[in-house]
């Protein structure tokens, strides 16, 4: 609740925040503020706990919650695809949308970089017979498992025939969409085979994702003589994890600073991930001055000593 | 923005702070602040939006803003139903969910009271042959908008040989659809024949909803003369609206003190309206000391001298 964590669902159900009915806080002078609703829709006066979500433990202490949660779906399909361009991606995007509305719970996307990368580090056959550009995996919530089904597998047939997607695979059992979530979800281990190496979690507008990346490796490896850069990320939420090996550990900031300073304008420093000490020099580069005089008097007022996790965000 | 409206379908799409991206503002003292995000995620740093959504303007004045949309779907389906209990209006609610996940965009509970005057004041034939105890009207988004009819259609019928459900309605096109929604929308009409009369806006657990409802009858016929109340709402968030005929105006005040006296704990005076003058009396009987010290301490921060929509919410 601090940092407002995010993960691969948020296509469907949002971010922490959006799944907090309420609190119990405590403020830098002790008080204990309960908000401990279960409603789920309450105006009477201003919404405190929005005080204590996603502001890292620096205006207040969470020390209990009311979460909102919602049914299991019957059956969750999981699905791979491979295609032959970044517009192709982001029009498959729409297209699910549109086919599936609201049971679409997550889709992923991967560039070539890590989606190779990831099988050599799980050591998972090579689900395609070749190589393509990128990859999503995507998971649908199937109500209705048998309608459901192939109405997907008839989504994915027009996908195919309109050239949209190169190839695709449908889980046919737990045991198989498994499989497949452990290429996704092997960013940990990357990072720890690529040490000395940095993570970034940025936000920026889905068209110029690609673009984007590029820039970013082009220059590092112009720049800084870099090699390969691998990124992944939460496509529908338009929020991109990188993930860079660096020759020594000390060239962190110089690559920061490609990362950060590519960044188009309307961008994020941080999706999902918060500030906390590492981006606090980058916070100011995509909030304005008012912003941050704003952030900075609120937490003069409600933590005038700078006792609440003291030296993080701002 | 400034109240965090709500409305029909919140149950799909949540009020509209989950639907505000960005906003600029303006606070006490003159600053802009602008914080016109477009993206979807974005944890750097505080969350300065939530300052201005639902403060009803007391903390800064929304001046601009970017919002979230979601494509339109390519069908909608309308139905009413008609049900025996207030049990079977719940359970109808739960079984709905679980058929149709988020494709329900809308449920919508009139107690019979409610609903025999709106068709009165719509001039709307009764739909269907005798009287209920509840009626709901519920929505469904269409993706396939054969294969989800059929589909609507199988749930009503399972609904009806359960007997969860006594009859129901499925509209056959759009003239049949806002005629059923006409008898749902004639609240202000309602409201304005009754007068003088008050209107309610509170926020409750689903189950207990029903005694509530006849508790506060029961005292309102006991203790004032009064006559019956008419009873509508989101069901689905837990918000009931009540509208009552007064004998003169000026009963209103002992008539809330029935309606915000009665509520269970966990409630809320104030689900979708906001508190402005007329609930700021009550506001301290849903919210905590610490609460409302924390509210009062933020405004004299945010707007010492009291410039802001003066007299309101605290």
């Keep these: 609740m601090a940092t407002n964590a995010g993960g691969n669902r948020v296509i469907r ?26 409603i789920i829709k309450d105006n009477a006066g201003y919404d405190i706990k ?5 502001t890292e433990g620096t205006l207040g202490v969470v020390t209990r919650a009311s979460l909102r949660l919602f049914p299991e779906p019957p059956e969750r399909l999981t699905l791979l695809t491979a295609l032959p361009s970044y517009e192709s991606l982001t029009s498959l995007l729409r297209f699910f949308r549109r086919r599936m509305g609201s049971q ?14 990831a099988l ?47 190839d695709a695979i449908v889980a046919h ?13 092997c960013a940990g281990e990357l990072l720890g085979r690529l040490a000395p190496a940095a993570a970034h979690d940025i936000s920026l507008p889905i068209t110029q994702m ?11 490896q112009r720049e800084m003589g870099g090699d390969r850069i691998f ?31 590519s960044l188009p304008a309307g961008s994020s420093v941080s999706a999902e991930h918060g500030i906390g000490t590492l981006k606090k020099p980058w916070l100011g580069l995509t909030r304005s001055p008012p912003e941050m005089a704003l952030m900075r008097s609120l937490k003069q007022h ?9 030296g993080r965000v701002i």
Tied chains: 1, 2.
């Excluded at 159900?13 to 609190?23: A, F, I, K, P, S």
């Excluded at 059992?173 to 979800?185: G, Q, Y």
């Excluded at 993930?243 to 550990?249: D, I, S, V």
Aim: proline share 3%; net charge negative.
């Design 50 to 54: 929005q005080l204590f979500i996603g």
């Design 104 to 117: 679409l719970s997550a889709f992923e996307a991967m560039w070539d970089s890590y989606f190779e990368c």
């Design 302 to 310: 409600l933590d005038p000593r700078g006792i609440l996790n003291r």
């Design 13 to 38: 159900y949002g971010m922490t925040r959006q799944l907090v009915l309420g609190l119990e806080g405590v403020l830098a002078d002790g008080t204990v503020v309960s908000s401990l609703n279960t």
């Design 173 to 185: 059992s737990l045991a198989e969409a498994k499989s497949l979530w452990r290429i996704r979800e």
């Design 120 to 166: 050599a580090i799980q050591k998972i056959e090579r689900p395609f017979q070749k190589r393509h550009a990128f990859y999503a995996l995507a998971e649908v919530e199937m109500l209705n498992p048998e309608v459901d089904r192939s109405s997907v597998e008839g989504t994915l047939a027009d996908a195919l025939s309109s050239g949209q997607i190169s």
């Design 210 to 220: 690609d673009r984007y990346a590029t820039t970013v490796e082009q220059r590092f």
């Design 231 to 261: 990124v992944f990320g939460h496509l529908g939420d338009g929020n991109l994890h990188l993930m860079t090996p660096l020759r020594k550990a000390e060239d962190a900031p110089a690559l920061d600073k490609i990362v950060y300073e």
